[in-house]
């Protein structure tokens, strides 16, 4: 990363506790919040810049950002996908997506692509039961999903990532 971009991350999280001047521990939820939607994730500099920030440890902060599925450790890729594992995704089969999602990308929910293109989320519900087993990359649907589907859509997103470059 160049240091420009760490400067920008730096100030961006800087910025972020400025808004919170003598919090405490109270507000550490909705500065791992602030922060995440500033940044896209929570690094470590984050995590330790707002455990100085609040006078608590960064384990302590990693500890209770861990604890929420809401909050991730690695930006996200240029194509994010959020696979549904609601009842109707799942008695239709949305493990073996799950699977083939796996395989394909060589990561596990929560995680980033090695080559920064792809990286995967499992939600509990997407709300497009209709449509199952459904997932989403970057906002858009993709419903009825084979394994297959799965495969050649994730080919597709990758051809189009290097026709872009």
Known sequence: MSATATEARNDAIEETLAAYP??????????????????????????ARIGEHLGLPASKIFGVATFYNQFRF?????????????????VKGSLSLLDAIRQELKI????????????????A???????APVMCING????????????????????????NV
């Not at 009825?144 to 990532?161: D, F, I, K, P, S």
């Open 22 to 47: 003598n919090a405490g521990r109270d507000s550490l939820i909705p500065i791992l919040q602030d922060v995440q939607e500033r940044l896209g994730y929570l690094s470590r500099e984050a995590i």
């Open 74 to 90: 690695q930006p996200l890729g240029k194509y994010h996908i959020q696979l549904c594992r609601g009842t109707a995704c799942h």
């Open 108 to 123: 596990e929910p929560g995680q980033t692509s090695k080559d920064g293109l792809f990286s995967l989320e499992v939600v």
């Open 125 to 131: 519900c997407i709300g497009a039961c209709g449509l």
């Open 140 to 163: 858009e649907f993709h419903a009825a999903m084979t394994t297959q589907r799965v495969r050649m859509l994730l080919e597709e997103y990758r051809e189009g990532a290097q026709e």
